[in-house]
């Protein structure tokens, strides 16, 4: 037991620095956070941008999701919401929506099936295909997103200028009820975010970014997303390769409602941290080693701390305390981390009292779900994604496996890439028509 103590308090040691600084994260987060939100933007950017927003199925408010890309307060703009095929649940969302809007330049584009490419993937490179000459901005955004009136407009000015190149937000979960699986996506998904700084790394989330037209050309990234999964993950490889700096923008990070089971939400941990492992592995063995080392430490503590108290051993009372100081740093980063639900989303604040407070008292029970599912993505190569099962070899080429959903052929197609097919709504039905 005596080897064992030489070994363990200088771990504990480490694991109480790495904690330390992971509050000076947070807090660091917190202060750039507040400092761009309250911070007057000057100026107004120019240009148009285009804004791509992938469809399938219904998620949840997705109609309200959609009516805020409808009332952005940039005024040369334009929506291609993507669908796989015209009878998709969404269609009617969106049809509304734009018939709601008709002000706004919008349009529906049926991508049609993949083939050998993730479907999200193969419906942003047919909606990229055939980009007008005027667009200056491309502007990515998830349906299950629900971003505040003034979203594009400081997207595009963080792009606007000679600096510009790509900026990114994120998500914060608001759970529709207060189920364990939904307080534990948020409290790790609270963790994740408060990892943003005033530069992300490189790292891009495809639910809310932009990239400068030229930068997007330049760089080939659309040719780059050809027989991938991962349309985020591949463009983080592709700017990180080209050092091109991704600014973290919190102006841009998004709403996004949620309602989970426990079984999905370690099917979507698994899914996150599968796709990390083929396309961008030195974030995910980072992530594996900083989970395992927090966790095994803060468990292997806990354990000591029974030994100890059972044998009523002298150093038990120091085991107790690197305890209370390591769930006392875990509690304070939860605390700073939930004191931004007023920065960004002060209208949730009430909501969001139970998940807040589950995430600054429960947070180790957390960490614990967020290592299991982690855990999850050390073996296997089969990821299934909105009812699409797709197998990803070496290298992140992707082969659909099968498609647990009905198909009606005359609804959907096998279209390539360079072809588009544009479904307009009228007031009785649809029609299809190629575009370009």
Known sequence: ????????????????????????????????????????RQGYPKGRAAVFVPCKGLDVDLTENLRALMIQDYNDYEVNFIVERSDDPACEAIQRVMADHPL?????????????????????RVATAHLASDVKYLVFVDSDAGPRSSWLRTLVLRLWGRNGGAVTGYRWFIPTRPTVANLLLYSLNSVIMSLFGRRSHHLVWGGSWGIRRELFDRLKLRDAWAGTLSDDLVAT??????????????GCVVASPCDYSLGDLFDFIRRQYLVTRFYTPWWWGFGIAVLSASNLLFLANVGLLGVG?????????ASLAICVMLYGLMAARGMLRQSLVKTYFPEHYQSLRAARWFDIVANPLGSWTHWLGVGGSLFGQHITWRSICYRVSRG??????????????????VIAVDETVLCLPQSKGVSLKKAG
């Open 396 to 413: 992140g080429q992707v082969q659909i496996v099968r498609r647990d959903e009905h198909f009606d052929p005359e609804a959907t197609q």
């Open 104 to 124: 706004v330049p919008s349009r529906m584009l049926i991508a049609g099936r993949a083939i050998n490419c993730g479907q999200k993937v193969h419906n942003l």
């Open 1 to 40: 037991m005596d080897w064992a103590l030489l070994l363990f308090f200088p771990l504990a040691g480490l694991a109480i620095l790495q904690s330390l600084l992971l509050v000076l994260q947070t807090w660091e987060h917190r202060r750039y956070a507040r400092s761009c939100m309250n911070r007057k």
């Open 309 to 317: 108290l059972r044998s009523d051993a002298a150093w038990s009372w």
């Open 237 to 250: 490889q592709v700017l990180r390769k080209a050092k091109v700096t991704v600014a973290f923008e919190p």
